[in-house]
Each structure stands twice: as structure tokens, then as C-alpha cells.
């Protein structure tokens, strides 16, 4: 059974920081990996779909990694903003095309 | 074009009841899946629809059922409503059921069970 671990659950950092959000998988038999964003009590936003036979993703200020064989993935963001205050939700897909979802990173990025 | 809509956004019932959940698929896709998402956690895949049939599902009793219609729009209908039905839940279509096929996830309908 396919299961998604993100850390840390929590992070806080101040304005202008670049971070990186870390998410790992235990079947590495996935076709791709997904970030999304999610703000308080609403749907999720899709930032970067990396597909299995890809290494990184980038878009703006968003990097993705995928190392598909230790079953890691990465979201580098750079510069970070208050905007960009929000749960970070990784998913991979495998199998029957069904997204598994890790608990998400609650990121605060303080002014 | 126009993205993926729920209805109704929140919802109260009380244990017992049973509810009925919308979901309009984005233009042109035909495939449909529901997730529960209980308040911090990681939404959770409930069963997926693909031109009109169930093609999938987790582990979600039968009370949890859903309905796809001609026009790729879906229900997801919950019997007999327990506390811990209470979550968001979240529509998400894609152009098709392949591997590499993006799921475009509506804004959810919040769904409090007392």
C-alpha cells in the first residue's frame, strides 16, 4: 500500500527566505508526483506535476525534484512571500490512477 | 473555459441522514473523481468515474455511493451519516483515466455531520 510522508508538518520562516518542502513515497512504481496549495477551507491548487521519467519541474519561484528510486521529492521555493502562506499537499499516482495524498506542510511565511 | 464547481459549499446534517454532493466536471472531461479530506489530513481518494461507470474506489463502505451523468457531471451520495463523515469534500476531473492525465480539483463542499 502506497503511503506519502510530508515534513515538516509545520514550518514558519520570515519573508525572503527560499525553504524546501520534503515528501516521500514507499512504492517508487508511481507514473507521476504533484504539489498542490491549499488555503484555509478551500480546494487545492495544482502548482507542478512531475511525471516518473522526469528530475525537476520548475515554475516562477517553484522548484520540484523527483527522485523516484529512494521514493523522495522536493519543493524548493525561492524568495518566499506572505502570499505564499498556505498547506502544501504532496500526491503521487500509481496503480489504478488514483492520487495518494501525504498530510501536507502548513507553511507561514512571516512579514 | 470553466473549471471544475461544487455544490452546495457547506452543508449540516444529522447523524442518520443522507446527503447528496454535486460536482460539474471541467469542459471536455469525462472522468470524475471524489476525496475526503477530514480536517488535517491528506485528502483521501473515495471512488473514481469514468464515462459513466465506477472504475475505482478505495476503502469507503457502500453508504458512500456516486453517479455519473451523460454530460460527465457527478454525485456523490452518503447514507446513513456518521460524525465522522464530517469533512471537505472534493470533486476533481480530468480528460481521461491515463496515467499522465492532470485531476483539476473543484473548490470542495464542507460537510458537518452533528
Known amino acids: 500500500k502506497q503511503e506519502v510522508t510530508q515534513i515538516p508538518a509545520a514550518l514558519s520562516v520570515p519573508e525572503g527566505e527560499n525553504l524546501v518542502l520534503n515528501c516521500s513515497f514507499t512504492?517508487?512504481?508511481?507514473?507521476?508526483l504533484q504539489w498542490f496549495r491549499q488555503d484555509p477551507g478551500k480546494g487545492l491548487t495544482s502548482l507542478l506535476l512531475i511525471q516518473s521519467s522526469q528530475r525537476e519541474q520548475t515554475s516562477g519561484r517553484l522548484n520540484a525534484s523527483l527522485d523516484k528510486s529512494s521514493g523522495r521529492s522536493t519543493l524548493y521555493i525561492a524568495a518566499s512571500q506572505p502570499g505564499d502562506s498556505a498547506t502544501y499537499l504532496c500526491?503521487?499516482?500509481?496503480?489504478?490512477?488514483?492520487?495518494?495524498f501525504g498530510k501536507g506542510t502548513k507553511l507561514s511565511v512571516i512579514p | 473555459e470553466t473549471g471544475v464547481t461544487q455544490s452546495p459549499t457547506h452543508l449540516i446534517k444529522t447523524r442518520g441522514q443522507q446527503v447528496t454532493l454535486r460536482c460539474s466536471s471541467q469542459?471536455?472531461?469525462?472522468?470524475v473523481s471524489w476525496y475526503q479530506q477530514a480536517l488535517g489530513q491528506g485528502p483521501q481518494f473515495i471512488f473514481q468515474y469514468y464515462r459513466e461507470e465506477e472504475n475505482g474506489r478505495g476503502n469507503f463502505p457502500p453508504r458512500f455511493s456516486g453517479l455519473q451523468f451523460p454530460n460527465y457531471s457527478s454525485e456523490l451520495n452518503v447514507n446513513a451519516l456518521e460524525l465522522d463523515d464530517s469533512a471537505l469534500y472534493l470533486c476533481a476531473s480530468s480528460i481521461g483515466q491515463g496515467a499522465s492525465d492532470t485531476q483539476y480539483f473543484g473548490p470542495g463542499t464542507r460537510l458537518t455531520v452533528l
Open positions: 500526491a503521487v499516482k500509481a496503480g489504478s490512477y488514483q492520487l495518494t
Open positions: 469542459s471536455g472531461h469525462n472522468t
Open positions: 512504492d517508487s512504481a508511481i507514473y507521476n
